[in-house]
């Protein structure tokens, strides 16, 4: 959460950063992608602090709701050394077993922190994918095919990113049939 007041600083920011991200080299990787145009959607400021447990949603393993090819890319503004607040996730395959026996359910009270037990039953490796990232780095991922979580920020530390959502055009388009 920001503080009051603070949201046309971090409109500001926002816009300032989205030239910096989607550069010649990041919007022709998204072209090939998707093969076709793309569409950058509800850029969001987050800040996150080290009570992120009781005050962000998403420190939970959980896997977005569907929307057609959707990508996050989350630009890190200050490094994973600093804060240790970094987004962990978990690969297509173990993620659909995960899914099989239940372990990543939509409802936020039901969700876990916790998956390791999961993986020991299904006798999957349990170490997620992490990266030591910089500020600056964009970390990109599908968040309806992979699990995820993000881990709290170390005592005293905060995260700062911004999350573009990013989409294909056709994903907007109406279907008539
Ligand atoms: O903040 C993070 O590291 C992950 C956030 C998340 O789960 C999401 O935006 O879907
Ligand atoms: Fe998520």
Request: proline share 7%; glycine share 4%.
């Amino acid at each position: 959460m920001l503080p009051p007041g603070a949201s046309e600083l971090a409109t500001k920011i926002i816009s300032e950063l989205e030239v910096f991200v989607f550069n010649r080299d990041i919007r022709d990787f998204f072209s090939a992608f998707y093969q076709e145009d793309f569409l950058v959607k509800w850029p969001l400021l987050d800040v996150v602090s080290d009570n992120a447990l009781e005050t962000y949603l998403s420190t939970t393993w959980h896997c977005d709701g569907p929307m057609k090819g959707l990508l996050k890319c989350f630009l890190y503004l200050n490094p994973v050394s600093e804060h240790g607040c970094n987004t962990l996730i978990i690969d297509e395959v173990r993620t659909r077993k995960l899914q099989s026996v239940n372990a990543l359910p939509l409802e936020l009270e039901r969700r876990h922190t916790d998956i390791s037990a999961f993986l020991q039953t299904l006798g999957l490796p349990e170490t997620p994918i992490e990266f030591d990232l910089c500020a600056g780095d964009l970390l990109i991922f599908a968040p309806h095919k992979l699990a995820h979580r993000c881990l709290p920020p170390r005592a005293g530390k905060m995260r700062y990113t911004v999350c573009f959502s990013v989409f294909p055009e056709s994903a907007f388009k109406c279907q008539i049939s």
